[in-house]
């Protein structure tokens, strides 16, 4: 499959890149270990309007600097102190949109996953929780701010598209603090039965 070319995340629309994204396999090779699982979860930040991100109204500090770069760059941020969670930067320089990848169906390098997970099962199931998904695949601090068609982290474009009846569309987890914008429906998910069919493409 094809590597997502820099122009898919220049487009300007953060919101439709997240719902995009869905079905799309995000890979990693990291110290020589190659893995990666379909996307089937997102959720979109649109910057200077959202109050839920990180450079809301134009803020910018050491570690939002990276979202107003343009898109095709990694955006990776520790949470609570414990997690890496890792976003995609979107749009065109000074818009720091991005899309924050939640969860993936693994699909290549599993045993690697498990082993990062301390013997988590990820065979045959998904990956859910942008912490633990970072932790699979290998994704922490140090790949902040680079670009993704490179070959440590990549995506590539999905080998099968989901159809509007397997996508649901929420508000977004854990942004209560973002009063109205809270309640945005930025987020994107495959449902069940999309993604074990989209599974059975990788298998078949």
Not at 131 to 160: M, R
Request: net charge neutral; hydrophobic share 40%; aromatic share 8%.
């Amino acid at each position: 499959m094809l590597k997502l070319e820099l122009s898919f995340y220049q487009q300007g629309d953060a919101i439709a890149l997240s719902r995009a994204l869905l079905g799309c396999v995000l890979m990693t090779r990291i110290s020589e270990q190659e893995c990666g699982g379909f996307i089937c979860e997102t959720e979109a930040y649109s910057g200077l309007n959202d109050r839920a991100s990180h450079a809301y109204n134009g803020r910018f500090t050491k570690r939002t600097k990276i979202m107003y770069e343009p898109g095709g760059i990694s955006y990776v941020y520790l949470c609570y102190g414990i997690h890496h969670l890792f976003n995609v930067v979107t749009g065109v320089s000074g818009t720091p949109d991005a899309v924050l990848i939640r969860a993936i169906v693994p699909v290549a390098g599993i045993s690697y996953m498990e082993k990062r997970l301390s013997g988590y099962v990820v065979s045959g199931r998904s990956i859910d929780g942008p912490g633990k998904l970072t932790k699979a695949l290998g994704i922490n601090g140090i790949h902040n701010g680079i670009s993704l068609v490179n070959d440590e982290i990549w995506i590539e474009e999905a080998k099968e598209v989901p159809s509007d009846n397997e996508i649901l569309v929420t508000k977004r987890i854990g942004v209560g603090f973002a009063g109205d914008d809270a309640e945005l429906p930025n987020r994107f998910l495959i449902n069940e039965q999309g993604r074990q069919r989209l599974f059975r493409h990788f298998q078949a």
